[in-house]
Nanobody
Framework: VQLVESGGGLVQAGDSLRLSCVAS????????MAWYRQAPEKQRELVAS????????NYAGSVKGRFTISRDNAKNTMYLQMNGLKLEDTAVYYC????????WGQGTQVTVSS
C-alpha cells in the first residue's frame, strides 16, 4: 500500500487549497476513502469521507460547507477542496481508507496564517 498526499502549503485565512492523494497497492475503487488530519499535540481526526463510488460523502462538523471531498477511480486519486480556510485547519493532512490501513503516507502540511 502506498498513499501519496500533495497540495498543502502556507496560506492566509480565507484562502483555498486543493489536496490530492494518489493510492496504489489497494483496490482503490472498492474502498471508502477519507481525509484525516492531525494538528500539533492533537489526535488524528477524520475530516471527510467518500464512498467507493463517490456518491456518498460525509464531513466533520468543523469543515462542513467549506471542504469538498471527491475521487477519480480511473486515476486512483482522491481530492479535498478546502475553501475558507481557518487557523484551526492547520494540520498535516493524510488520506487513507475507512477504516484506515496500518500504512500511512507522509501527509501534506497545511498551515493557515492570520
Amino acid at each position: 500500500v502506498q498513499l501519496v498526499e500533495s497540495g498543502g502549503g502556507l496560506v492566509q485565512a480565507g484562502d483555498s487549497l486543493r489536496l490530492s492523494c494518489v493510492a496504489s497497492g489497494i483496490t482503490f475503487r472498492a474502498k471508502t476513502m477519507a481525509w484525516y488530519r492531525q494538528a500539533p499535540e492533537k489526535q488524528r481526526e477524520l475530516v471527510a469521507s467518500v464512498s467507493n463510488g463517490g456518491r456518498v460523502t460525509n464531513y466533520a462538523g468543523s469543515v462542513k460547507g467549506r471542504f469538498t471531498i471527491s475521487r477519480d477511480n480511473a486515476k486512483n486519486t482522491m481530492y479535498l477542496q478546502m475553501n475558507g480556510l481557518k487557523l484551526e485547519d492547520t494540520a498535516v493532512y493524510y488520506c487513507n481508507a475507512v477504516p484506515p490501513s496500518s500504512t500511512w503516507g507522509q501527509g501534506t502540511q497545511v498551515t493557515v496564517s492570520s
